[in-house]
C-alpha cells in the first residue's frame, strides 16, 4: 500500500473517529519542585500531539475533536490562561498560556482510571527561551495525531539479536533486539577540534570518552553500541549522520569539548535541534527529487510534495520531542553524579549532526577545553568515567520511560 493511500485511509478513519464525541472531563495542575504538570482526564484513550511555541509561551495540546465538560481550570502558578476551541475538521487544540518559558520534559498516557477516565500527563521544566525559536507563524499548522503516527508506523527494519543472546543479559530484552546507541566522538584525523592551554586537543579527549560510554552502556547488558569513529579519523559531518541512520540507530550521541575567549566557564552543556533548524532541514528534505527513505524507511520519491512534506514535518517534530525529553534525562543524570553543568543546561542549535529526520538525537559538550581546571579534568579516566556513567543513567531513564523499540 502505497504512503498516500495509507494516509488516505487513516484520515478517513480519524474523521469517523471523531463522531464519537470525545471528552475533556477534567484537568488538573500541580507545582512540583522539578516541574510543573497537568494531567487530563478524558473520556477514553486517543492519540495526542503536545509541543510549545514561543512568543508568546504556550503549551499546544491536539487532540480529536472533543467536547470539553472540564469547565473552569483552577488557577496554578506558570498558567495565565486557558483557552480550548476547534482547530481543523477533526482537531481540536488546548492552549495553555505560560507564564515563563518552559520545556517540554514528558507527555504520556497512564491506564484509565476506576471511572474508565483515560489521563494524559504533561510535564513542563523551567526553561530559557532559545534565543534562534521562530515566531509562531513559522510552525507548519497541520498537527492531526493519527497523521503523527502515521510517521512512526514503518521502522527501519532492526538486525537480528547477537548470537548468544540469554535472559541473563537483561531482563525481558532477550526476546526483542536492544536499543542501537550510536555516540559520535566529534573532530578526528585532519581535524583537531579546541585545544587547550595544556595542548590536549578536543579529537582525542572526545574518542576517549566516547568510549568510557560505549562501555558504561554495554555494561548494563541493555543496549548495542557503535561509535561512527574508534580511531583518530575525520569523517564529514553528514556522514556521521547517514551511518547512524544506516545502522538503524535508536539514538544518536554526538560528543565534543568547547572552548571560548572566557577561560573562567567551564561546565557541560547539552543540545538538541532548534525548531529554526529543523524548519530549514524540512524545506531541504523536501526540495530533494528524490526523497527515498528520508524518514524511518518509507520511500516518499514517488509521492507528491504535499503529502511528502506533511509526513517529513511530522516525523522531525515527533523526533525533536523525543529528543528533547532524552536531554532533559540528561542533565537530571549528570546532577546527581555531580558533574559540573552550565546553567539552561539543555539549550538549542542547528548542528547538522543532529538533523536526522527520525533518530532522537543530542549533542554534548563535555566541557571547556579552554578552562584549564576543567582541560585537566577531562583529561583524567577517572573523570571520564563519571561522566560516561552519568550519560549511560540518562539513557536508562530515557528508555525505562519510553520503553525498547
Not at 8 to 32: D, N, P, Q, Y
Not at 123 to 134: E, I, K, R
Request: with cysteine; aromatic share 6%.
Amino acid at each position: 500500500m502505497s504512503v498516500r493511500k495509507l494516509l488516505f485511509l487513516m484520515i478517513l478513519c480519524f474523521w469517523c473517529s471523531a463522531a464519537a464525541a470525545l471528552e475533556v472531563r477534567t484537568v488538573r495542575l500541580g507545582e512540583h519542585p522539578d516541574k510543573l504538570r497537568l494531567v487530563l482526564e478524558l473520556s477514553e484513550s486517543v492519540e495526542f500531539d503536545a509541543f510549545i511555541l514561543h512568543s508568546p509561551e504556550r503549551l499546544i495540546i491536539d487532540l480529536p475533536e472533543f467536547q470539553w465538560r472540564a469547565g473552569d481550570i483552577p488557577a496554578a502558578s506558570g498558567i495565565l490562561e486557558v483557552r480550548h476551541a476547534r482547530y481543523q475538521p477533526g482537531t481540536s487544540r488546548i492552549v495553555f498560556e505560560l507564564a515563563t518559558p518552559r520545556e517540554l520534559k514528558a507527555a504520556f498516557k497512564l491506564p484509565p482510571l476506576d471511572n474508565g477516565h483515560a489521563r494524559l500527563v504533561i510535564d513542563l521544566a523551567a526553561g530559557a527561551l532559545p534565543v534562534d525559536v521562530p515566531p509562531a507563524k513559522a510552525f507548519l499548522p497541520l498537527n492531526i495525531p493519527s497523521l503523527k503516527k502515521t510517521a512512526r508506523l514503518l521502522p527501519v527494519p532492526k538486525p537480528a539479536p547477537p548470537a548468544g543472546a540469554s535472559s541473563s543479559e537483561a531482563p525481558g530484552l532477550a526476546a526483542q533486539v536492544k536499543p542501537l546507541i550510536v555516540i559520535d566522538a566529534g573532530h578526528g584525523g585532519q581535524d583537531p577540534g579546541a585545544t587547550s592551554p595544556q595542548q590536549y586537543r578536543e579529537k582525542h579527549i572526545v574518542l576517549a570518552l566516547a568510549k568510557e560510554v560505549k562501555a558504561a552502556l554495554e555494561a548494563s547488558g541493555r543496549y548495542r553500541v557503535k561509535l561512527t569513529r574508534d580511531d583518530d579519523r575525520y569523517i564529514k559531518l553528514r556522514d556521521r549522520v547517514s551511518l547512524s541512520r544506516d545502522w538503524g540507530a535508536d539514538m544518536f550521541i554526538s560528543i565534543h569539548a568547547d572552548s571560548i575567549q572566557k577561560s573562567d566557564v567551564r561546565g557541560a552543556s547539552v543540545y538538541t535541534l532548534s525548531n529554526k533548524a529543523s524548519d530549514a532541514q524540512t524545506a531541504r528534505l523536501a526540495e530533494k527529487e528524490n526523497r527515498a527513505d528520508i524518514i524511518a524507511g518509507v520511500d516518499l520519491s514517488h509521492e507528491d510534495k504535499e503529502v511528502a512534506n506533511i509526513l517529513i514535518d511530522l516525523a522531525m517534530r515527533d523526533t525533536m520531542n523525543q529528543s528533547r525529553f532524552f536531554a532533559n534525562q540528561l542533565v537530571t543524570s549528570m546532577r546527581r553524579h555531580e558533574v559540573r553543568i552550565l546553567p539552561n543546561t539543555h539549550r538549542y542549535a542547528g548542528f547538522a549532526v543532529l538533523k536526522a529526520p527520525d533518530v532522537p538525537s543530542v549533542l554534548i559538550e563535555a566541557g571547556f577545553l579552554s578552562n584549564r581546571r576543567e582541560a585537566e579534568l577531562l583529561s583524567q579516566k577517572t573523570y571520564r568515567r563519571q561522566l560516561a556513567r552519568a550519560i549511560a543513567g540518562g539513557v536508562d531513564a530515557y528508555f525505562d520511560h519510553v520503553g525498547t523499540p
